[in-house]
């Protein structure tokens, strides 16, 4: 089994920054890429940012100067490192992990549970 926690959402103010953090535990036997989602009231997920271990990065042309992500350590972990936020960037925002399995033998993508970011005066 694997799990995927996010941590470090909460209530902003524009121009503000935020730093959101993600930990990928269990049957890894390898991480390919990590990524960050996020999904706004009334509209569809969509990708922030995303990082593989090859170093591969992209990201949203709306964050684009704005957001940085992080390598992925050897503890499995990736931040987003979010300044100049918007109320459009307001959303759950979800990790995601392309994980090799030790449990299964296969690769796939696994999912937090997200976490509310907030940008609002």
């Known amino acids: 089994q694997v799990h995927v926690v996010e941590s470090g959402g909460g209530l902003v103010q524009p121009g503000g920054s935020l730093r959101l953090s993600c930990a990928a535990s269990?049957?890894?036997?390898?991480?390919?890429?990590m990524g960050w989602y996020r999904q706004a009231p009334g509209k569809q997920r969509e990708l922030v940012a995303q990082?593989?271990?090859?170093?591969?990065?992209d990201y949203a042309d709306s964050v684009k100067g704005r957001f940085t992500i992080s390598p992925v350590t050897d503890q499995n972990t990736v931040a987003l490192q979010m300044n100049s936020l918007k109320p459009e960037d307001t959303a759950v925002y979800y990790c995601?992990?392309?994980?090799?399995?030790?449990?299964?033998?296969?690769?796939?993508?696994?999912w937090g549970q997200g976490t509310q970011v907030t940008v609002s005066s």
């Open positions: 995601t992990a392309r994980v090799l399995s030790h449990t299964t033998s296969r690769v796939d993508d696994y």
């Open positions: 990082i593989s271990n090859r170093g591969p990065i």
């Open positions: 269990g049957s890894i036997l390898g991480i390919y890429a």
